[in-house]
């Protein structure tokens, strides 16, 4: 249960750009979409977001110049799209659990679902994480903006939950933040010690858990 996967993501940019993507034939236009995304992080991965252009682009892609122009005007556009993706998709995730009206149960819920989200869209987590910078100065205040959002939120769950310690809220919503942070960047290091989603989804639970649990200092 996500809002954004592999399978839906190319519609959704394609549906919320439609004004701007020329190309009006949805099956080659969603095939294109994913060649393009994909080979924009292999190039951001392997000579960085700044030093390509647009002509690598269209040499890993295999699609002309006049192509690509079909469905991006130029690297900014590129990277507001990212952007528009990690938003969207953190901003849906909370909503998700509204129903939810235990506050440690949706804390709890919404920690795993963060997760396990970065997982599903890591390229695109990276990406905005790695390359905020070369994001316009408007795409990348809203970025910020929705770190705030999902870090308000922890913290309003925490304030919620009764017997919680003293001053919990905001630091350990920022932990929380670079909990989730960590594991998307740097992947090497989970892999090398075979920790899965589900485990590192875990073990951040039973940290958040233990810690609002722990008694209030005097």
């Given at each position: 249960?996500?809002?954004?996967?592999?399978a839906?993501?190319?519609?959704?940019?394609?549906?919320?750009?439609?004004?701007?993507?020329?190309?009006?034939?949805?099956?080659?236009?969603l095939?294109?979409?994913?060649?393009?995304f994909?080979?924009?992080f292999?190039?951001?991965?392997?000579?960085?977001?700044?030093?390509?252009n647009l002509?690598?682009?269209?040499?890993?892609?295999?699609?002309?110049?006049?192509?690509?122009?079909?469905y991006?005007?130029?690297k900014?556009?590129?990277?507001?799209?990212i952007?528009?993706?990690?938003?969207?998709?953190t901003?849906?995730?909370?909503?998700?659990?509204a129903?939810?009206?235990?506050?440690?149960?949706?804390?709890?819920?919404?920690?795993?679902?963060?997760?396990?989200?970065?997982?599903?869209?890591?390229?695109?987590?990276?990406?905005?994480?790695?390359?905020?910078?070369?994001?316009?100065?408007?795409?990348?205040?809203?970025?910020?903006e929705?770190?705030?959002?999902?870090q308000?939120?922890?913290?309003?769950?925490?304030?919620s939950?009764?017997?919680?310690?003293?001053g919990?809220?905001?630091?350990?919503?920022?932990?929380?933040?670079?909990?989730?942070?960590d594991?998307?960047?740097?992947?090497?290091?989970?892999?090398?010690?075979?920790?899965?989603?589900?485990?590192?989804?875990?073990?951040?639970?039973?940290?958040?858990?233990?810690?609002?649990?722990?008694?209030?200092?005097?």
């Open positions: 249960m996500t809002p954004l996967d592999g839906n993501i190319w519609a959704f940019l394609l549906d919320r750009y439609a004004d701007r993507i020329g190309v009006k034939r949805r099956k080659p236009a095939e294109n979409l994913e060649n393009i994909n080979a924009t292999r190039l951001a991965n392997e000579v960085g977001f700044r030093a390509m002509r690598d682009l269209c040499r890993e892609t295999g699609l002309s110049m006049g192509g690509l122009y079909g991006i005007s130029g900014d556009q590129l990277a507001e799209m952007e528009e993706v990690v938003r969207h998709a901003q849906e995730v909370p909503r998700m659990f129903h939810v009206d235990d506050p440690l149960d949706r804390l709890e819920a919404l920690i795993r679902a963060s997760i396990f989200l970065s997982e599903i869209l890591q390229p695109w987590f990276y990406f905005v994480f790695m390359d905020s910078r070369a994001l316009p100065p408007q795409q990348r205040a809203m970025a910020k929705s770190e705030l959002y999902v308000a939120l922890i913290a309003g769950l925490v304030d939950v009764e017997g919680r310690p003293d919990a809220a905001p630091l350990l919503a920022a932990h929380c933040m670079a909990m989730f942070q594991w998307y960047v740097k992947r090497w290091k989970y892999r090398a010690a075979k920790v899965t989603p589900d485990q590192f989804a875990e073990s951040t639970v039973r940290f958040v858990r233990s810690h609002l649990a722990a008694p209030r200092t005097a």
